[in-house]
């Protein structure tokens, strides 16, 4: 994906007045990027990532956030191949005449996001369905849960063509499993960052991977997490108590009983070795004798 600047956004050392319309929306690494790229006056992904400490995702992600705004260009990368047909705003308004579906898309869509939708918004969504694919059930399903949490209908719509087509979400049910899945994951965060008494807005993509491990692969419970947390002590941080609780599901450990259990048995009844085979111990009558060297 190449990325430019629009003609509008290139106003000297002026900034463009979409930049404070925006700027409720727009997020701290999408306000870093647009004044970065304002600055320099071109685009290169790679160098805003290296200057701003930011990964190469986000950059891309908010480039397109200020794509939907009207200040960047996206242009696919040619590869050599047939590019992909997309219908025009020309050609959807003939389809829809004899595709009343096409009309019910539109309309519920631009009910979840609360306004009429431009004629690029409309086109990327009718295609879509038309010529991607993708149910109108799994663009409904799909726009719902994202629209309150994306950057915009090309965002939202650009999500959904990814899931469809890399994470095999193509049908109603999958869809729902998606949301499902990212809903329980989004209480997790909660619950872990009030354990930690941490800021949810600013967990880290790994941080985010390491606690969707505790729940999907371990089934660590809040209150396991907040014994890990306990065990940590001064090292009380998501990395390390990770491996805590690895340790704990590997010993298979499932809930603060076990552990307890474990800590305070008695020292004979978690023996290995019968007291009275225990060379140690049978030996500690034993007085060294010492020789007096002449």
Not at 28 to 38: G, Q, S
Not at 76 to 86: F, H, L, M, V
Not at 130 to 143: C, K, Q, R, S, Y
Not at 152 to 173: F, H, M, Q, S
Request: include cysteine; charged fraction near 25%; aromatic fraction near 8%.
């Amino acid at each position: 994906m190449t990325f430019k600047l629009l003609k509008q956004a290139v106003i000297g050392a002026r900034v463009p007045m979409t930049v404070f319309d925006n700027l409720y929306a727009a997020k701290e690494n999408d306000l870093k990027v647009i004044l970065f790229v304002l600055k320099a006056g071109a685009i290169d992904v790679n160098e805003i990532s290296r200057r701003l400490d930011i990964t190469v995702a986000s950059v891309i992600s908010s480039l397109y956030f200020w794509a939907d705004k009207g200040l960047v260009l996206c242009e696919a990368d040619g590869d050599g191949g047939e590019t992909k047909k997309r219908l025009s705003s020309r050609d959807i308004l003939r389809l829809s005449k004899d595709r009343p579906e096409i009309r019910a898309l539109v309309g519920h869509i631009q009910q979840i996001f609360g306004h009429a939708l431009n004629a690029k918004s409309t086109e990327t969504f009718v295609n879509l369905y038309v010529m991607d694919g993708v149910p109108v059930e799994v663009i409904l399903i799909l726009a719902m849960y994202y629209a309150p949490v994306q950057k915009g209908p090309g965002y939202t719509a650009r999500t959904i063509l990814n899931l469809y087509e890399k994470d095999g979400v193509t049908t109603a049910e999958k869809a729902e499993n998606h949301i499902k899945t990212l809903t329980e994951r989004e209480k997790r965060y909660a619950a872990v960052c009030r354990v930690f008494s941490l800021d949810c807005t600013k967990l880290t993509k790994s941080e985010k991977t390491i606690i969707d491990g505790w729940g999907e692969a371990l089934g660590m419970s809040e209150e396991m997490i907040a014994c890990a947390k306990e065990t940590a002590g001064f090292n009380a941080n998501i990395r390390y108590c990770n491996g805590i609780l690895k340790s704990w599901s590997q010993k298979g450990y499932k809930n603060p009983s076990d552990i307890n259990e474990i800590h305070n048995s008695p020292v004979g009844e978690s023996r290995d070795i019968p007291p009275e085979e225990d060379i140690i111990l049978s030996g500690m009558h034993i007085v060294p004798e010492y020789k007096k060297e002449n």
